[in-house]
T-cell receptor, first 110, second 117 residues
Framework: RKEVEQDPGPFNVPEGATVAFNCTYS??????FFWYRQDCRKEPKLLMS???SGNEDGRFTAQLNRASQYISLLIRDSKLSDSATYLC???????????FGKGTSLLVTP | NAGVTQTPKFRVLKTGQSMTLLCAQD?????MYWYRQDPGMGLRLIHY???????AKGEVPDGYNVSRLKKQNFLLGLESAAPSQTSVYFC????????????????FGPGTRLLVL
């Protein structure tokens, strides 16, 4: 069983749309949660950390539900530049052993 | 700062050949990692290091060796390459703060694309 599960997509949305990605994780002892972004043939880059209280960074909102072992990412007012693969990442211990989901592909069209 | 750099960017090997991938970081990070990324598989941890002179196995260590002789460098070796090792290899690093709490954000290098024929 994969530790971190994501819908691979692709999600095709028009510019300006709101899109949501979901992720579930299997280890209830998980401590840290992140969303990374990966552009085609590039390295992953941190988009945002995910906190229990939920957090927002501009057009991006992340939510964590520990009871359901569920993480979400909401993107409002999608831009063409948001087209990428979004990786859900979970860690049990601080500092190492990040567990990556396979990623959700987003394509924003004009 | 250059951040995390990887050498080479691309390499083609024949089955049975050996090679070493070099990762270098100039951020004074304690922790360094090697991942591989395959289509449909996501990123998987090969080996990691929590400090100079230390290494540990990750999820998929077989067929690879690593060394961390200097804090800024983390080397990944393939002694006898196999077609199954065709992949994109990413190195990453992160900082351990003086308070003992780890800063989990991992910074990735640009990747090495390896093709084993």
């Amino acid at each position: 069983r994969k530790e971190v599960e994501q819908d691979p997509g692709p999600f095709n949305v028009p510019e300006g749309a709101t899109v949501a990605f979901n992720c579930t994780y299997s280890n209830s002892a998980s401590q840290s949660f992140f969303w990374y972004r990966q552009d085609c043939r590039k390295e992953p880059k941190l988009l945002m950390s995910v906190y229990s209280s939920g957090n927002e960074d501009g057009r991006f909102t992340a939510q964590l539900n520990r009871a359901s072992q569920y993480i979400s990412l909401l993107i409002r007012d999608s831009k063409l530049s948001d087209s990428a693969t979004y990786l859900c990442v979970v860690a049990w211990y601080s500092g190492y052993a990040l567990n990556f989901g396979k990623g959700t592909s987003l394509l924003v069209t004009p | 700062n250059a951040g995390v750099t990887q050498t080479p960017k691309f390499r083609v090997l024949k089955t049975g050949q050996s090679m070493t991938l070099l990762c270098a970081q100039d951020m004074n990070h304690e922790y360094m990692y090697w991942y591989r990324q395959d289509p449909g598989m996501g990123l998987r941890l090969i080996h990691y290091s929590v400090g100079e002179g230390t290494t540990a196995k990750g999820e998929v260590p077989d067929g690879y060796n690593v060394s961390r002789l200097k804090k800024q460098n983390f080397l990944l070796g393939l002694e006898s390459a196999a077609p199954s090792q065709t992949s994109v290899y990413f190195c990453a690093s992160n900082l351990r703060t003086s308070g003992g709490q780890y800063q989990e954000t991992q910074y990735f290098g640009p990747g090495t694309r390896l093709l084993v024929l």
